[in-house]
């Protein structure tokens, strides 16, 4: 299991086009979980309509968990995702 | 005739048949089954069949809307797939021993109202993608198609709503208008309907579907949000004049558009819009602005139930900014009061609203509003090209006041790290008598002016301008309007600020040569008048 904490960074938070391209991520990559701790909540990040409805706006500090699968990449390709702010 | 009125949400003129868009209810029986697995096959059958659907329409909507706007059905198809909703459909459908239909059906009304209740209006307004994906399932469980709209002829679509799904989903070719009882401009089917360019009203209210039938002839203006069903014969002439006009105009852009702003003398000056709404951005572009000249910040305020916050407000500003890709945007913080009241600000009735407590005199007393504002601005500004401007100053101590709040909170970003832009211009609005009269002492001030020519036109000549029984006496190009006009230009300029003119009078063509005259900078019209004026300016000889 690997993890690390990010901060969402952009305007809007995790709104649908984050939350799909999140999901998206995560299924392709079906051998790993990953888990996102936030707002004392954990949210799957296969789950589309688990992540809106978190309502994670910006600022919030979010702990990616992964486990299984190639741990670090996928961790680190989601990282990348949330530091550049899901390309807004 | 009858008249419907509902919120214009795309402008131009329909005239022609109404077609009532009728979905099959999907009124959703439970029925016990006995056989569990034959049903989640059932299911994951129709399940595979809606996505086969949403991937057709994301690959026509790609081609018809662009990548951003089709997004939202390749979400749908995720949503089909999310493993919570699947799970709670299975779970009913095991404990229950019901059909998928109606596991569907319960499920949607839980995941919808979880969305509805969330405090936020976008995700609220996600409980209609949840209800869209479910009556797709449903549907394709009862392997109902979706009747084929085909009719040879181009219909009014009348609707409750409209899901964005079914909206993609008409021949647009079909269609000259969409009139929806409900709906909010938030809604996909409003922001689809814009880029489909396809004139849209909303919100007309439930006596829409009371009101019209299929074949019933109406004249739809998307301008002022009416409808017209079964109309006499001259409201149907006049509505047919003003379509001919809309061609007219867009004859007239096809021809000045990409065309400079200048007189035949070489004399150049800027044509900005007026907004009031991120939604007309689409119009700012189209009608070839050269930026934006006034765009009203109160639809935040408007529109919300409470103040709108920091985040909020700076989510709607970089949007203005980045799809104005570097083009000036001179956003007027908040000018309400007046004519103008929002619940939540609990303000006071009063005898002379107009001369009361409103626009800058709520934010100078009431400052913490005026500082989220002012910091959601500069933290947009490192979006493009902004000004700021404030209305309704009558003296210098109250603009040294606001001069003084926008340094303590660009150095309270700069603090925190936060990126802004240095090229700001900050500007004042010219609507009082008394900001025109000492205009030598504002204009070392800022950067800009901005002539508020509805209100400059209501204290000078001591008319209240929404009073229609002195009409008469409300003359617009009055003599000391001009001169106070003229008199800020001359200040303006001695002092190294440009001015322009964002009222009503900018638009007026048979007083742009005069303005060009007085050395106006910029005339900020209406997104529909820019051409229009356009095409004043550039038959102007001033030499």
């Given amino acids: 299991m690997v993890s690390k904490v990010v901060t969402v ?26 888990i996102m ?52 | 005739m ?38 989640k096959a059932r299911l994951a059958a129709a399940k595979e069949k809606a996505v086969k659907q949403l991937q057709e329409i994301y690959n026509k909507a790609l081609k018809e ?33 019901v059909n998928a239909e109606y596991a569907v059906a319960v499920t949607a009304d839980n995941f919808a109202a979880m969305f509805a209740a969330m405090d936020d209006t976008y995700m609220q307004a996600r409980s209609a993608d949840v209800k869209d994906i479910s009556n797709r399932i449903i549907s394709c469980l009862s392997e109902e198609e979706s009747e084929s709209r085909s009719s040879d002829e181009k219909v009014i679509i009348c609707a409750d709503d409209l899901a964005p799904s079914e909206t993609v989903q008409l021949d647009k070719e079909k269609v000259l208008a969409f009139v929806t009882a409900f709906g909010s401009s ?10 489909m360019n396809i004139p849209a009203i909303i919100g007309v209210g439930e006596e829409l579907l009371n009101s019209v039938r299929n074949g019933d002839f109406a004249a739809v203006d998307g301008y002022t949000g009416e409808i017209f069903v079964d109309p006499d014969e001259e409201t149907k002439s006049r509505l047919e004049r003003k379509r001919t006009e809309d061609e007219e105009k867009k004859r007239l852009l096809q021809e000045l558009k990409g065309k400079e702003n200048i007189t035949l003398d070489g004399t150049k000056v800027n044509i900005y819009a007026n907004i009031g709404s991120v939604e007309n951005i689409g119009a700012v572009l189209a009608n070839d602005a050269g930026g934006i000249g006034l765009f009203r910040s109160e639809f935040l305020y408007l529109e919300s139930s409470g103040y709108p916050t920091e985040e909020q407000q700076f989510a709607a500003y970089k949007r ?138 209501q204290y000078t000549l001591a008319c209240d301008r929404q009073n229609a029984a002195i009409e008469q006496f409300v003359d617009t190009h009055h003599e000391a309007i001009l001169r106070l006009i003229e008199m800020s230009a001359k200040n303006a300029h001695a002092n190294g600020a440009w001015i322009g003119i964002c009222g009503e009078l900018a638009a007026d063509t048979s007083l742009t040569e005069t303005f060009l005259r007085m050395g106006i900078d910029e005339l900020s019209v209406s997104p529909s008048f820019v051409l229009k004026v356009r095409d004043a300016v550039r038959r102007c000889d001033l030499s």
């Fill in chain 2, 2 to 39: 009858t008249t419907l009125r509902g919120k214009g949400v795309y402008g131009t003129i329909a005239l022609g048949r109404i077609s009532v868009f009728t979905r099959k209810e999907a009124s959703v029986k439970r029925t016990h089954i006995d056989d569990i697995e034959a049903e």
């Fill in chain 1, 9 to 34: 960074v952009n305007a809007e938070g995790m709104h649908m086009r984050p939350a799909g391209i999140i999901a998206k991520l995560a299924k392709e990559h079906p051998d790993s979980e990953v």
């Fill in chain 2, 186 to 195: 938030n809604s996909h089917t409003a922001i689809l309907a814009r880029n």
């Fill in chain 2, 65 to 97: 809307v662009g990548e951003a706007n089709a997004q939202i059905f390749e979400i749908h198809m995720m949503m089909i797939e999310d493993e919570d909703y699947n799970d709670s459909i299975s779970s009913i459908i095991e404990t229950q021993s």
């Fill in chain 1, 37 to 88: 701790k936030a707002n004392g909540k954990d949210i799957k990040a296969k789950a589309v309509m688990q992540i809106m409805a978190a309502g994670i706006k910006k600022g919030t500090e979010v702990e990616l968990v992964v486990t299984g699968g190639d741990e670090q990449a996928v961790l680190d390709e989601f990282v990348k995702l949330f530091e550049d702010g899901f390309g807004e």
């Fill in chain 2, 320 to 457: 203005v900014l980045e799809s104005m890709a570097g083009k000036k945007v001179i956003i007027r913080t908040l000018d309400i009061g007046a004519d103008k009241q929002v619940d939540y600000f609990n303000l006071a009735k009063e005898e002379n609203p107009a001369l009361g407590y409103r626009a800058i005199r709520i934010c100078l007393t009431r400052t913490e509003i005026f500082k989220t504002q002012l910091r959601a601005l500069y933290r947009a500004s490192a979006y493009g090209n902004l000004g700021i401007m404030f209305p309704m100053i009558t003296s210098v101590s109250e603009l040294e006041k606001i001069l003084a709040i926008c340094e303590e909170v660009r150095n309270e970003l700069i603090a925190d790290g936060i990126q802004i832009s240095d090229k700001v211009e900050l500007g004042i609005m010219i609507e009082t008598p008394a900001a025109a009269i000492i205009s030598d002492r504002l204009a070392p001030m800022v950067d800009f002016f901005s002539v508020g020519t509805n209100d400059l036109t």
